[in-house]
């Protein structure tokens, strides 16, 4: 599976942001596809992630409310739709896929197989 992740630019503190994530290749291997994000010498953080079958979500408490994560299996696609951002919401955000879906992992980089390159998203007035 290969991840291809866009979107990502300047946006002020407040506004919004949509990343999108096309996958190709053996995309019926997908069973989740999350978000991680990374800023300069900080550990890659879970933002999300959703079952590619049931679409049932989960979210990072410091993005749950703002952040929401959807699929549209047709185009191969899962959108992260950023509202309300916030400077500390700045940080290389990446998704990954993962052939399986384990409930107590999903939260942990580890879990995920495929990488794709990561989107810059800066959030500054």
């Known amino acids: 599976v290969q991840l291809q992740a866009s979107g990502g630019g300047l946006v002020q503190p407040g506004g919004s942001l949509r990343l999108s994530c096309i996958a190709s290749?053996?995309?019926?291997?997908?069973?989740?596809t999350g978000w991680f994000r990374q800023t300069p010498g900080k550990e890659r953080e879970f933002v999300g992630t959703?079952?590619?079958?049931?679409?049932?979500?989960y979210y990072a408490d410091a993005v749950k409310g703002r952040f929401t994560i959807s699929r549209d299996n047709g185009k191969n696609t899962v959108y992260l739709q950023m509202n309300s951002l916030k400077p500390e919401d700045t940080a290389v955000y990446f998704c990954?896929?993962?052939?399986?879906?384990?409930?107590?992992?999903?939260?942990?980089?580890?879990?995920?197989?495929?990488w794709g390159q990561g989107t810059e998203v800066t959030v500054s007035s």
């Open positions: 990954a896929a993962s052939s399986t879906f384990i409930l107590s992992t999903i939260r942990s980089g580890s879990a995920y197989n495929f």
């Open positions: 290749g053996r995309t019926s291997s997908r069973f989740a």
């Open positions: 959703i079952n590619m079958s049931s679409g049932s979500t």
